[in-house]
């Protein structure tokens, strides 16, 4: 493989990620596609014409083989299962910003998994990254009429279930801004006037790790509970990063020592957060950062509030 091929997949890597990312709500699972669909075209004796359309259609088969294994995985998969947080998108678009923001949140990618693997492939290259539908056919190994048919029912049960997002982003960043304010507060009152009313947090563990908030609804139980919590856990010394989780406002959750104990991600509506959606289980948290041990961090947050210290 020359300079130029290096460079040449180089330059598409962010693109492959995106396409495998979406596909598979797996950062680590992407990286792996990406690595595979590079191994590949180095090994390859041909230089294909459009190695953009060669690459994608290389990385959306492997992401296809990973998907349908996966699944049988996540099926037996204790509690509710979470696409890995995704801080920041390497691949941008201007042309197609709005599918791109769109289709990474969890919500979105949560729909996603609804899907079967092809549709959910096609309705990737397709709707989120505007291939045209011979590029679709042949990443896919169907016929372009076929393409056309998984497109329609993908795009049908993604219409259905979509989730409608505060539009205004600089409204969405303020709003998480007065919530993480009233947060290190401690103010209930702050805080249930951020929510909606039949607002819902939800974790996702694994069973691995202790389940902050797992099933809790109410703007006001949720705001109870986010009180009892920030104190112990200022206390101890854990810090809240505000940070964007994939493509929306959210925050990561560190010990004193800057390991990682969780993330939020947000979903709002109408100025209000409708659902606060936290990874916990440290397998999927590795690639944000060193991981803390989340069941030493409860019980440091629990002894200090008994003592009050």
């Known amino acids: 493989m020359t300079v130029t091929g290096t460079e040449t997949f180089e330059g598409l890597r962010p693109l492959l990620f995106s396409i495998a990312y979406r596909i598979l709500g797996s950062v680590g699972e992407a990286e792996d596609a990406v690595q595979e669909t590079w191994l590949r075209y180095e090994l390859s004796e041909t230089v294909p014409a459009s190695p953009k359309a060669f690459l994608s259609a290389v990385v959306t088969r492997i992401s296809i083989d990973v998907l349908r294994s996966a699944r049988v995985r996540r099926e037996e998969y204790v509690g509710p299962w979470f696409p890995e947080p995704l801080l920041a998108d390497p691949y941008e678009d201007p042309e197609r ?83 993480f304010a009233a947060f290190r507060e401690g103010d209930v009152h702050g805080l249930q006037e951020l929510l909606a009313a039949d607002v819902q947090m939800v974790g996702d563990g694994g069973g691995k790790a202790p389940q902050w908030g797992k099933g809790v609804s109410g703007a006001g139980n949720v705001a109870r509970l986010l009180t009892a919590l920030v104190g112990p856990f200022t206390r101890i010394g854990g810090v809240v990063e505000p940070h964007e989780v994939n493509g929306q406002p959210g925050a990561i959750f560190r010990d004193r020592d ?45 002894l200090a509030r008994r003592s009050g210290n």
């Open 97 to 179: 910003s709005a599918e791109l923001a769109d289709s990474l949140s969890v919500a979105a990618l949560l729909l996603l998994e609804r899907l079967s693997p092809l549709e959910r492939a096609v309705f990737v290259l397709r709707e989120v990254f505007g291939f045209g539908f011979p590029e679709v056919a042949s990443a896919v190994g169907r016929s372009e009429a076929a393409c056309r048919q998984l497109a329609v029912r993908a795009r049908r049960h993604m219409d259905d279930g979509r989730p409608r997002f505060e539009a205004d982003r600089k409204e969405r960043e303020e709003l998480a801004e007065r919530f």
């Open 258 to 302: 800057g390991k990682v104990i969780n993330t939020w991600a947000f979903e709002i509506l109408d100025g209000r957060i409708r659902t606060i959606r936290t990874v916990l289980n440290p397998d999927k948290l590795g690639h944000v950062g060193p991981v803390a041990d989340a069941w030493a961090v409860v019980r440091a947050a629990s």
